[in-house]
């Protein structure tokens, strides 16, 4: 027999495709690299894909892979971290004064340095990514320390004799100027990364930007809800050991 040309049976033509067969999940897939352009974080590249990935036609999906799916992994366990965290602080706080009012007290300034940081965030235009959930802890343990300096000096006046008002109020004004001149130095020192520009820049501006928005709030907040958080906490609490000592004593008086 003679040779047959493939044109006698068959008509072909150059097309673009994937030079194999690859399936994800059993599904027929394509993957896809890619990394940030410079000056953006890997959270913004993610946010900008799935913004492009709702473009596509009915029937085709996405999903991360690789890196992008161990970064985007913990940004689920986020809240049960934050929660852990601010467990083990309160847990440390309470051994420390040996109390269960003052952390609580110290505790409630937390959300003040948080949505600072939010509010920042949001208004550059910046992304939730793993990089600001670092700067979201750091301002939680700062403004926390903020508070730490007027409730720790607070309950030594009150234990002197002075009334829980007089306390807290005395407390702000004394430790008003190292608060201050902590929470400046720490906003100044930050100040770099949130103004970096060239490689890596996305994720310090997360880090920098998150941690000024937070530490201005907690900062200017702190100085005038402390000491509220202080007195209300411990009039409850000492409402409450009022109440069981008297309980107490009526007991022992009818023995």
Not at 53 to 74: D, M, V
Request: glycine share 10%; aromatic share 8%; with cysteine.
């Amino acid at each position: 027999g003679t040779m047959v040309p493939l044109s006698a049976i068959a008509s072909g033509e150059w097309i673009y495709g994937s030079p194999k067969l690859s399936r994800y999940n059993g599904v027929a897939a394509m993957e896809v690299l890619g990394t940030p352009a410079p000056g953006y974080s890997s959270g913004q590249a993610m946010a900008e894909v799935e913004a492009i990935a709702q473009k596509l036609p009915a029937g085709i999906g996405y999903s991360f892979t690789g890196l992008s799916f161990e970064e985007r992994l913990p940004g689920s366990q986020a809240p049960a971290l934050y929660a852990l965290s601010m467990l083990v602080v309160f847990l440390c706080l309470a051994a420390l004064y040996e109390s269960w009012s003052i952390p609580i007290a110290v505790m409630l300034v937390v959300p003040l340095g948080v949505i600072g940081a939010l509010m920042a965030t949001s208004l550059r235009g910046l992304s939730n990514d793993v990089f600001f959930q670092v700067g979201l802890l750091v301002t939680v343990g700062l403004a926390a320390k903020n508070a730490i300096l007027i409730v720790e000096f607070a309950k030594e006046l009150h234990e002197q004799g002075k009334s829980l008002v007089e306390s807290a109020m005395e407390a702000c004004r004394m430790r008003l100027r190292p608060i201050i001149m902590t929470s400046m130095a720490f906003i100044l020192g930050v100040v770099p990364l949130a103004i970096s520009s060239g490689a890596g820049s996305g994720s310090q501006h997360a880090i920098g930007t998150g941690v000024i928005g937070g530490m201005i709030t907690a900062t200017i907040l702190a100085i005038f809800w402390v000491p509220m958080f202080y007195v209300a906490v411990s009039s409850v609490f000492k409402g409450k050991d009022k109440s069981n000592k008297q309980h107490v004593k009526t007991t022992e008086a009818g023995q």
